[in-house]
């Protein structure tokens, strides 16, 4: 029986150890599981902190690129107003306690403008002027230089834009060079591209943006090169691949631009060989002064067809009664017309007519009294203008496939701000983007 009594209490003390074992297992399970959990927990809250940051930070590029739409006389635009300030930079805060240490980049020899929406777009005065409120974020804009692109990999051997400044040396963060302009390739161009340092009329600056979230202190950084992507060419106030005729007893066509923003260009443009024969002592303006004939081939055909799909208004029949409206000077529209389709006689006819944005016209057009055009008219066929009335007044720049005969009252004038409005209507695009969050 004592034998029995021993085996006994040595199986009760190995049930009680197994027992303790089993409890520590659960013990130890339990704690990595809390462990687990917590860590889970706390990587579930950090990317939803990551993403909400880069969310807003996104937000704040998306109010940039708006802002960056249209041109200098929108009341919200944040861009340069002067459209080639080397030291230009613009920020976008949706709090007023922003500092100078907020952004790690400052730089206190740019210009660092606070435009107000619907006010001073050169404002220097620190101020909640984003769009919205309720985001924390801010905003920085400015020109991308040579620099910049030397930075992204840009050599002679492996350019990213044409060098036609006339200097192709490296450049440094002090001195970074040239603005970096998208614009219609020019015959200089080595490369084809249509990214370069001229300056010319069609021109428009590559802006770098660079949005912080400031909601938490790991806060995300994103940064996007954007540009107005482009509308018509536009090299003279009136362009024609025909002969352009008529009577200038009381025409007017001036190729200073009416916006002062940007270069001058020639009042008439004819394509060789056509010419321009107008009798009389017409008052033409810009640089030069006089009718110039040349080479250049503006594609009118192939812009309209690849403009039309994205036309917001279809006119199918004439417009001439008084009051007649297309677009508002706050909502420039595309229009087209297709003259044969349905077959309109004679073209499209437009009489006491006041329109803003692009005119596109499949055929031939005829532009009576008391017409008011603010953007531009884009024609595959004839023009013909027959300015009773009123007269006919354009704001903008008119091209033409084929001729142009003008009878009548007549004043047009190159507005590089109306033709932004018109052709493109400022939009901007990504060329890339990238961040830290």
């Not at 687990?36 to 996104?58: G, M």
């Not at 777009?121 to 804009?141: G, W």
């Not at 002062?260 to 009042?267: C, F, I, L, R, S």
């Not at 596109?360 to 532009?367: K, M, N």
Request: aromatic share 8%; with cysteine; proline share 4%.
């Amino acid at each position: 029986m004592k034998t029995g009594g021993k085996r006994l209490g040595n199986n009760r003390g190995s049930v009680i150890n197994l027992v303790l074992l089993i409890l520590l297992a659960a013990t130890i399970a339990g704690v990595v599981a809390v462990a687990i959990t917590s860590t889970d927990q706390r990587i579930t809250r950090n990317l939803k902190v990551r993403k909400t940051e880069f969310y807003t930070a996104e937000a704040g590029i998306e109010e940039a690129k708006a802002r960056l739409m249209g041109t200098s006389t929108r009341p919200n635009y944040a861009g340069d107003p002067a459209g080639a300030n080397l030291l230009w930079s613009a920020y976008l805060s949706s709090s007023a306690s922003w500092q100078t240490s907020s952004d790690p980049e400052y730089n206190g020899a740019y210009q660092n403008y606070f435009p107000v929406p619907g006010g001073s777009k050169t404002a220097t005065a620190i101020s909640a002027n984003s769009m919205q409120s309720t985001l924390p974020y801010f905003v920085k804009i400015r020109h991308k230089r040579e620099y910049d692109a030397e930075q992204a990999g840009h050599t002679s051997a492996k350019p990213h834009y044409n060098d036609l400044d006339g200097s192709t040396a490296a450049h440094s963060a002090a001195s970074p060079g040239s603005i970096i302009y998208y614009g219609f390739a020019t015959a200089a161009a080595s490369t084809g591209s249509q990214f370069t340092t001229a300056t010319t009329a069609d021109g428009k600056p590559v802006e770098i943006v660079t949005a912080y979230s400031t909601g938490d202190t790991n806060r995300a950084v994103l940064r996007a090169e954007i540009y107005k992507s482009l509308g018509p060419r536009v090299i003279a106030a009136v362009y024609a691949q025909g002969n352009v005729t008529g009577n200038g007893s009381s025409m007017s066509v001036n190729g200073n631009d009416n916006c002062g923003v940007a270069a001058a260009v020639p009042p008439i443009y004819t394509m060789n060989p056509a010419v321009t024969n107008i009798n009389g002592n017409p008052t033409l303006a810009g640089n030069p002064a006089t009718p110039v004939t040349g080479p250049t081939n503006i594609d009118i055909d192939g812009m309209v067809a690849g403009m039309r799909g994205g036309a917001t208004q279809i006119l199918t029949a004439d417009m001439t009664a008084n009051g007649s409206t297309i677009g508002s000077s706050s909502n420039y529209v595309t229009a087209y017309s297709d003259t044969s389709n349905p077959f309109n006689v004679g073209g499209l006819k437009l009489q006491n007519v006041t329109g803003y944005g692009t005119l596109l016209v499949q055929g031939d057009l005829e532009l009576g009294g008391n017409v008011n055009w603010n953007g531009v008219i884009l024609v595959t066929g004839t023009i013909t203008f027959n300015g009773g009335g009123g007269g006919i007044n354009v704001r903008g720049a008119v091209l033409g496939s084929q001729t142009i005969d003008i009878n009548g009252g007549l004043d047009i004038r190159y507005d590089s701000c109306k033709v932004d409005e018109a052709g493109s209507g400022g939009a901007v695009r990504v060329l890339n983007w990238y961040g830290d969050y």
